[in-house]
């Protein structure tokens, strides 16, 4: 069983930082790509940025050169770096870790952690 706990989510003003950390707990053979999502109220949710196993990252338009997506692979946790923070940026974000067994993959999910950017 693997287990994924989020923190890192808060109220900050336009402009400001916060930083997101989502660690994988449990028994599994490894962790295959870590990304991260929102979904703001009414709104479909969207990928916001993405690593692989390697490394190498990708992010949506909307989001390059404010926020930075890191991994431990060590500890099994993925950290999304927000900064020049706005109010478009609120929603609740999740992360979503691929776990790869020796029987195949699959997905898990976090509960979500809020993010509140006032004006």
């Known amino acids: 069983q693997v287990r994924l706990a989020e923190s890192g989510g808060g109220l900050v003003q336009s402009g400001g930082s916060l930083r997101l950390t989502c660690a994988a707990s449990g028994n599994f053979l490894r962790i295959n790509d870590m990304t991260w999502y929102r979904q703001a109220p009414g709104r479909q949710r969207e990928l916001v940025a993405l690593?692989?196993?390697?490394?190498?990252?990708r992010y949506a338009d909307s989001v390059k050169g404010r926020f930075t997506i890191s991994r431990d692979n060590a500890n099994n946790t993925v950290y999304l770096q927000m900064t020049s923070l706005r109010p478009e940026d609120t929603a609740v974000y999740s992360c979503?870790?691929?776990?790869?067994?020796?029987?195949?993959?699959?997905?898990?999910w976090g509960q979500g952690t809020p993010v509140t950017v006032s004006s």
């Open positions: 979503e870790v691929q776990i790869q067994e020796s029987y195949g993959a699959f997905s898990s």
């Open positions: 690593i692989t196993s390697f490394g190498n990252t």
